[in-house]
Structures are given as structure tokens and as C-alpha cells.
């Protein structure tokens, strides 16, 4: 079976350097070799309260974000969850097949749910159910995903694995992860500690895929580092979390790696090394920048993508859905 690539992203907030290059960059050069489905999951992200007005433009706005940087719909299939009703079905089926047991390992929601656990929604629980519909659904075979997701993947594995058990049938792929590059974990800009996140109230620990140039120079001189030049081995480097993350960035957007990045700056002055990761970030960022700010308030051509690639996805989930449906025995319609 050819390898199909499944992927999504939470349309929630703006799209920051983080995402780009721990996610929809890789999706870019993986659109050339594969059959690609890239989803913005609106029906994950309301797993917490999102203001209903914010979720539409948010689920434009992250589309217009990977059309920006070159995800092209003619390659592949680029659409919002929602549309494709396969997946709240599938997801059904599964809230029965995974076990209490295995979500209740989910350390994600743990996380996410915290203190407040009684009080989080039943759909934040059950999210890792509806993740593997999504994959599944497709019957994809490659799932590109930070870190973060990987034990959401295993437990995809599993439901698969159990669904062709209990049913006796070879009928689920089990999908594989690919946690893609190196110095994909881009960092806050303010502590070298914490993940560059949309979550984190300083705009200023993030460079948005919006920002234009003047603010992109402003925030990368404001990052944080500390008093001395740049080292010249990676072990030094590795010691001083700042800098790591800015020369990091500069690797990842140079495309070279972290050594090559190193050779270049060893000995040079934050200043200086600022002065030239702006310039790159800006030229490789700007025209993105740009594209998606026009493609924002391009709305009807960013819906009209968004449907006809739901069109397709159903087209490809939907007879998946009917065949596992009649597997569990349900009557055909
Ligand atoms: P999120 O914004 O957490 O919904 O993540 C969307 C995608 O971007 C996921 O594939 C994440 O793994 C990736 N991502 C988010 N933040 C970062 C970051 N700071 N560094 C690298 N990848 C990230
Ligand atoms: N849970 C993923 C995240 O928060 C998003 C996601 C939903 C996803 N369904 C998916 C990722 C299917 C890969 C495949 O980042």
C-alpha cells in the first residue's frame, strides 16, 4: 500500500516560529513524496472552551498560514475536521474499543486538565479517541508529530490493533510516527526553559508568522542572553539555554545544522549574531508573513479550499468509515 501521511493542527491563536518549524515546514517537503491530508482539527480544539467567532477565524487563519508557506492543495488535501462527519463517527466507534486504562495514561491530559479535573470537558478526555479517527479514518500510514504527540500515536497503535483483534479482521494500518529533524523544539525567546508557545502571555517569548519585519528585529534584539560571546562546541553551547536556542534557530532557518551554525558565529558578539539572525528571519519569514495576511483577508478563497479539500477527504473516508461500520455490525444503510 502506498504510504499516506495524516497530520493536523489545533486552530487556536496565531501560528508562531514553533510551529513552522516543528511542524509545517516538514509538511511542506513532505508534500512532494507522499499522498498528503493535512487537517485543521476544529473539533479538537472546542475539547476546551473556544469563543465561537475566534474558532472560525482561527480556523481560516491557520490555513492561510500553511497555504503561506507552501502548502499547495492541488499536492495534497487540506481541510477543516468538521466538514467531514467520518470522524466523529469513527471516534464513536473507538470511545468503545479504547479502554479507560489507556486514556487514563494520557499524561496530555493530565496536563491540560490539572487541578481542575472534574471540571474538564468529557471531550478533552476522550481527544486521544477522535486523534486516532482522524488517522485512522484515512487509513493513513505516516503521521508527522512533535514529540508531545508520540504517545498519543502509540495509543492509536493500539486501538487499531484491538479493533482488527476483536473483529477478527486486518483491517486498520498500524501508523507509524515520524518525529522529524533536528532543532525542531524552538524555545521562548524570554526563557531558554519553557517551549515558544501561544499559550504564553508575552507576545514578546514569540516571533508570530505575522509579524512584520520592524517587530521581528525588535524581539529577537530583546531576546534574552547572557553576557558572553558565542562558544565554540556544541557541549559549551548546550550549557547556555538562550544562546542554544537562538543559534538553534538560525541552524534551523539556514537549513544547516547546529555545528555548521556554530562554526560560522564561534567568538562573535550577541550583537552581531542578532544582527544577522534578523536579517535571515525576516527574509525567510516576511514574504510568509505577507501571503498570509493577504490570503486572511482572501476569506472566500480560504473557505473555498477548505471545502473542496473536505470534499475530497470524504471521498476518502467515507467508505473507510461504512466498511469499519459494517465490521461492527452495524446494518447497512
Ligand atoms: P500546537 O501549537 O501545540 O497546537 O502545535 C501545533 C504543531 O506545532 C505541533 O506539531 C507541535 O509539535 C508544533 N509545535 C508547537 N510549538 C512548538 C515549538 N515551540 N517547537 C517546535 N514545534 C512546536
Ligand atoms: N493532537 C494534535 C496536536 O495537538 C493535533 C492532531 C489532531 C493530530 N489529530 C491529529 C496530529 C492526527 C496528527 C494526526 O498537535
Redesign the pocket.
Given at each position: 500500500m502506498k504510504n499516506r501521511i495524516?497530520?493536523?493542527?489545533?486552530p487556536t491563536g496565531n501560528l508562531h516560529l514553533g510551529n513552522y518549524l516543528g511542524a509545517i515546514r516538514n509538511w511542506v517537503r513532505l508534500q512532494k513524496d507522499f499522498d498528503c491530508i493535512f487537517?485543521m482539527?476544529d473539533m479538537?480544539a472546542i475539547t476546551v472552551w473556544q469563543d465561537p467567532k475566534e474558532l472560525t477565524s482561527n480556523t481560516r487563519m491557520v490555513t492561510a498560514g500553511l497555504l503561506a508557506a507552501g502548502i499547495d492543495p492541488r499536492n495534497c488535501i487540506v481541510f477543516n475536521?468538521s466538514q467531514v462527519f467520518a470522524h466523529a463517527q469513527l471516534a464513536w466507534i473507538f470511545n468503545c474499543v479504547a479502554r479507560l486504562g489507556w486514556l487514563n495514561r494520557m499524561t496530555q491530559f493530565k496536563e491540560k486538565a490539572g487541578k481542575q479535573r472534574e471540571n474538564a470537558s468529557v471531550g478533552l478526555y476522550a481527544?486521544p479517541n477522535?486523534?486516532a479517527a482522524?488517522?485512522l479514518a484515512y487509513k493513513a500510514t505516516h503521521?508527522?508529530?512533535?514529540e508531545?504527540?508520540k504517545q498519543?500515536?502509540e495509543l492509536t497503535r493500539d486501538i487499531a490493533q484491538k479493533f482488527n483483534n476483536d473483529f477478527g479482521v486486518e483491517f486498520f494500518p498500524l501508523p507509524e510516527p515520524q518525529i522529524l529533524g533536528e532543532a525542531t523544539r524552538v524555545m521562548s525567546l524570554r526563557d531558554g526553559s519553557k517551549k515558544m508557545s501561544k499559550s504564553e502571555p508575552s507576545d514578546y517569548s514569540r516571533i508570530n508568522l505575522t509579524d512584520g519585519p520592524d517587530l521581528i528585529a525588535d524581539k529577537i534584539r530583546k531576546a534574552r542572553t547572557d553576557p558572553h560571546p558565542l562558544p565554540d562546541s556544541i557541549a559549551e553551547l548546550e550549557k547556555r539555554p538562550e544562546a542554544d536556542n537562538l543559534l538553534g534557530i538560525y541552524a534551523a532557518l539556514a537549513d544547516m545544522g547546529r555545528e555548521q551554525a556554530l562554526a560560522r558565529f564561534a567568538g562573535a558578539q550577541f550583537s552581531d549574531f542578532k544582527a544577522q539572525l534578523t536579517d535571515l528571519a525576516v527574509a525567510s519569514l516576511g514574504p510568509i508573513g505577507e501571503e498570509m495576511q493577504r490570503l486572511v483577508r482572501d476569506t472566500s478563497h480560504v473557505d473555498k479550499v477548505l471545502r473542496e479539500g473536505a470534499e475530497r477527504a470524504n471521498a476518502l473516508a467515507e467508505p473507510i468509515v461504512r466498511q469499519a461500520m459494517e465490521i461492527v455490525g452495524f446494518l447497512k444503510a
Open positions: 495524516f497530520s493536523g493542527v489545533q487537517c482539527v479538537h475536521q481527544y477522535l486523534m482522524d488517522i503521521v508527522p508529530v512533535g508531545d504527540q498519543h500515536l
